[in-house]
């Protein structure tokens, strides 16, 4: 099933984290929380893949900011957008065309780190 999904296009993490939410239901704070630990840990996944994998680094730094979009855009304004457009780029070249290369990908990585930090910063405002 699972190799059949990921030829079908489906984000199995996604698709299982969609289920969760939906059968657990959490209030919108616990939501946002769990979405910033997400986007920590595919931060941190990413920053260990650069050198190694720059495939994987900008799918993973992509998800990092996927994650840490919910939201928060409105709340922040055009630079958080614009870092989305980044993360969208590294999904795209990155990722799906591996067109990148490792410098291309630490270019980019302040943008991410910058999003994912402003991200952490909101989530710990709304959870005293």
């Given at each position: 099933l699972y190799d059949e999904a990921i030829r079908r296009g489906i984000d199995v993490e996604e698709l299982?984290?969609?289920?969760?939410?939906?059968t657990l239901k959490p209030d919108p704070e616990t939501?946002?929380?769990?979405?910033?630990?997400l986007a920590i840990n595919y931060l941190n996944e990413g920053k260990d893949l650069i050198d190694?994998?720059?495939?994987?680094?900008?799918?993973?730094?992509?998800k990092a900011?996927?994650?840490?979009?919910?939201e928060i855009s409105r709340r922040v304004g055009?630079?958080?957008?614009?870092?989305?457009?980044?993360?969208?780029?590294?999904?795209?070249?990155?990722?799906?065309?591996?067109k990148l290369d490792a410098e291309d990908v630490k270019d980019r990585l302040p943008d991410i780190e910058k999003m994912i930090q402003e991200a952490q910063k909101i989530a710990l405002s709304n959870n005293p």
């Amino acid at each position: 099933l699972y190799d059949e999904a990921i030829r079908r296009g489906i984000d199995v993490e996604e698709l299982v984290l969609s289920t969760l939410i939906n059968t657990l239901k959490p209030d919108p704070e616990t939501l946002i929380r769990i979405r910033v630990e997400l986007a920590i840990n595919y931060l941190n996944e990413g920053k260990d893949l650069i050198d190694k994998d720059p495939v994987q680094a900008s799918e993973k730094l992509y998800k990092a900011v996927e994650e840490a979009v919910i939201e928060i855009s409105r709340r922040v304004g055009k630079w958080f957008r614009q870092s989305w457009d980044t993360a969208n780029h590294l999904h795209v070249w990155g990722f799906h065309e591996m067109k990148l290369d490792a410098e291309d990908v630490k270019d980019r990585l302040p943008d991410i780190e910058k999003m994912i930090q402003e991200a952490q910063k909101i989530a710990l405002s709304n959870n005293p």
